[in-house]
């Protein structure tokens, strides 16, 4: 879980229009970006992208936000709340006002001037006088982990949120005896699971009219033909796991499947990581980094109900 501040001044304008903002995140219970979310247009800070979790790093659904500005050196708090949704953009929320995206938050308390919550210290109010500045930018990565002020701050928001604290760190040494990754019954669930995830993956490819399609052919998943270029899939089932976990094991097999030698498969030109959830947003962040950086062919499918959604990384 990761702490941010977003600023409620989504505009810049201040005065009656801010008060209208600060209405607004209470009555919907979501806070809001000003910056758009496109590279082109997005400032050398990034923050649209940052907040609507598109790079490595960014806002994710579980990390923790609270809604405050510095006006001539006063705080003022507006609400907190642990992010719930993926960054969209629906003008019915707004009443009118421009904004690029939103998040929103549950649960969720709308909050007000309260001593209980120092800045003094924090990441948000500068080290020293020398970095403070009247007012903050759009949106500040806390840092608990190595600020105190900032963990004394996350941990009374977490219990006004009613949210179970972070876990310490465990120092305890590792165990050195075997451990099952899943049990029989999982194993059997997952089994069924993907074998339904294939299925349709397998009927949605008929449907867009693929070629060569082979399914579970030399313990590869997926093997099919775009019409133009050789396609592998690999399938995940989140079952008992978060997306991450299920990418990650899909990636080793997929670099296993194109590349390991004393092999007779054929490297495919397009790797594709088929899941049964919707990846997040800095899952597909980090695809879009591996196919940038390493030239991975990558894109990622998930299930949407009885069809699949696509994304080229």
């Known amino acids: 879980m990761e702490f941010?501040?977003?600023?409620?001044n989504i505009d810049m304008k201040g005065g009656k229009t801010l008060e209208r903002w600060k209405e607004i995140?209470?009555?919907r219970k979501a806070v809001f970006m000003g910056w758009p979310a496109n590279r082109r247009t997005d400032g050398t800070l990034r923050l649209g992208r940052i907040f609507a979790g598109i790079v490595e790093g960014g806002v994710d659904r579980g990390d923790l936000i609270l809604s405050a500005y510095r006006e001539d050196w006063r705080w003022h708090l507006v609400a907190c709340g642990k992010v719930n949704s993926e960054s969209r953009n629906d003008p019915k929320l707004s009443d009118g006002l421009n904004y690029e995206t939103c998040r929103e938050l549950k649960p969720f308390v709308p909050l007000q001037q309260d001593a209980r919550f120092s800045f003094k210290g924090t990441t948000a109010d500068g080290e020293d006088a020398a970095h403070r500045r009247r007012v903050i930018p759009a949106l500040v990565k806390f840092k608990p982990e190595i600020n105190r002020a900032d963990k004394l701050l996350r941990d009374k928001l977490m219990k006004?949120?009613?949210l179970p604290p972070e876990p310490p760190k465990s120092t305890a040494p590792l165990p050195e005896y075997g451990y099952l990754r899943a049990s029989r019954s999982q194993q059997k669930v997952i089994v069924r699971r993907h074998n339904r995830l294939s299925n349709a993956f397998v009927k949605w490819?008929?449907?867009?009219r693929y070629k060569d399609i082979c399914q579970e052919q030399g313990?590869?998943?997926v093997d099919?033909?775009?019409?133009?270029?050789?396609?592998?899939?690999e399938l995940k089932v989140c079952y008992g796991v978060k997306t991450r976990e299920a990418i990650r094991e899909a990636l080793g097999q997929l670099l296993e499947y194109n590349y390991y030698p004393e092999t007779n498969r054929q490297p495919a030109e397009?790797?594709?990581?088929?899941l049964d959830e919707r990846p997040t947003g800095k899952d597909i962040a980090f695809l879009r980094r591996l196919r940038?950086?390493?030239?991975?062919?990558?894109?990622?499918?998930?299930r949407s109900g009885d069809s699949f959604q696509m994304q080229r990384c």
Do not use: E, H, Y
């Open 4 to 8: 941010w501040l977003v600023s409620p």
């Open 25 to 27: 995140i209470r009555n």
């Open 160 to 162: 006004l949120l009613q």
């Open 205 to 208: 490819l008929q449907k867009r």
């Open 219 to 221: 313990r590869v998943d």
């Open 224 to 233: 099919f033909f775009d019409g133009i270029t050789s396609c592998r899939a």
């Open 270 to 274: 397009k790797w594709f990581l088929v």
């Open 292 to 302: 940038t950086t390493m030239r991975f062919p990558l894109s990622v499918c998930w």
